[in-house]
């Protein structure tokens, strides 16, 4: 029985809630980014009587960029919240392992068309697995593992827009080896490829596992990880934000090393392929939009194999929301939507959106427009379908500027402005930690203040990135108000000079100088916009 907070850390989780300068900050874990309708209304309830404080004029539940949930501005939860959370299955029963970050999987696992194998069974397996193990509260609080099934929405690196990685430390990517290997006892099916993740990047391996063995090798990697990080660690506790991390261990140790100290946990050595299969690019922004699924025959319950499907009827709608701010009418608003319709249940995104699955296709048109009466679209060419931002100024006080209204201003700028093929990626930053978006931007605008009649007003550094990195090249600096406007004048800009319709803006980007982008900024005549850079 849970009865009280747990120390408060830099990494949240909802015991090891963090202060901030605007109250609590609290993430609720939902692993694999599930809710069924009894969570997703007790949430909502839950969320009205936490509340105290408007966060940005406005209360909201954000969904996060590890697809679980976070709630803002609220008073520290009581004993009697933690057991009804717990009882839902969305807190931990042993709570030392709240701090590990929440397991990752494609949020379409099980109704994606086109996916290897079904990932649900596997993520419910390591939730156990760790929920069960006490001695894993030793491991970091970023420890991540994430598990692409292979279809087409995933995880990992798999697409082509930067924005959409997501690093894990232990990351298990689907791919299917089409000949079988009698050298090695290598069968044709579906394997998981492992690789692991340390500066914002994956290495991949050339270790494949099959489904069965996946949790008993998450395990040994967890334990030769956690052996690491008790032999650097000291006595600091598990709630240190200086735990040694992937990237120590890797430098120190190598990739050889390291599986070859995890083969030493496991009954078998590690099985490793001289031609290791890749898995195969997915669909830009497939989370956004309406999309047939199949359904499988059979259900999570079932032992792991490769995902039969047939045609089912129904599509799933994945819908963006402006920074994954969804509020409590809104999350009651789906999860009536998921009973009436569907199947009762909600898929969260790690791009802080929502998808809406087993509708059936002739109920597709009315929900659409129920969506609509919510405030919530599953258009995919909304500006402000990419648009991220960091919590910022009141909530952290390393931030400059006040990321978030700063940002909702420029979304709601932008969607009354223009339409785009495709959305760009542009992120709010109140500072060089990045922490809202690890992965390169098209465009970042970092947090600054400049003088301005003897005045101290917030603005922003504005860089153009590329594959590698978000501060690439320096546009010029503006103060906050005017950023609207210039992203407005830049996007009208990439819309004229597109080479064609499907050219992204990093693309463009990359195509343009940017010394010509800077001179065609300044001599732009666009009416909509006379706000200049200044440097």
Known sequence: MVNEVAQSIVCPGLFYNTPAQDAYLIRIRTPGGWLNQQQGRAIAELFTELATVAAWNKKTIQVTNRANLQVRSIHPPTPEIFQTLQDLGL?????????????MTS???GIDSQELIDTRPLVLALDTYIRSHPELAGLPAKFSVGIDGGGAVGIGTRSPIPWEHRYNEIQLSAVLVHQANHSIDLPAGVYFRLALGSEKQLRNTSVLIKPDECVPVVGALAAVYLDYVNQNDGNQSCQSPKKPRMRDLLQDWGVDRYLQRVSGYLPQP?????????????QPYGHLGIHPQRSLLGSVGRALSVSKTVAAGVSYMGMSLQLGQLTAAQLLGLVELSTTFGRGDLRLTPWQTVILPDIPNERVTEVVQTLASLGLSTRRDRPDAAIAACAGKPGCAASATETQPHAIALANHLNRQLKLECPVNIHLTGCEKSCAQPSPAEITLLGTTFEQSGEIVEGYHIYIGDDQESLKYHLGNAIAADIPSLMEQLLHLYQQHQKTHNESFREFASRQAILDLKALMTSSKLETSTVKLHD
């Open 107 to 109: 949020p379409t696992a």
């Open 270 to 282: 590690l099985r490793q392929v001289t031609h290791c299969p890749m898995p195969l690019p997915t």
């Open 91 to 103: 807190a931990a029963q042993n709570r030392s392992v709240d701090h590990l970050r929440n397991l």
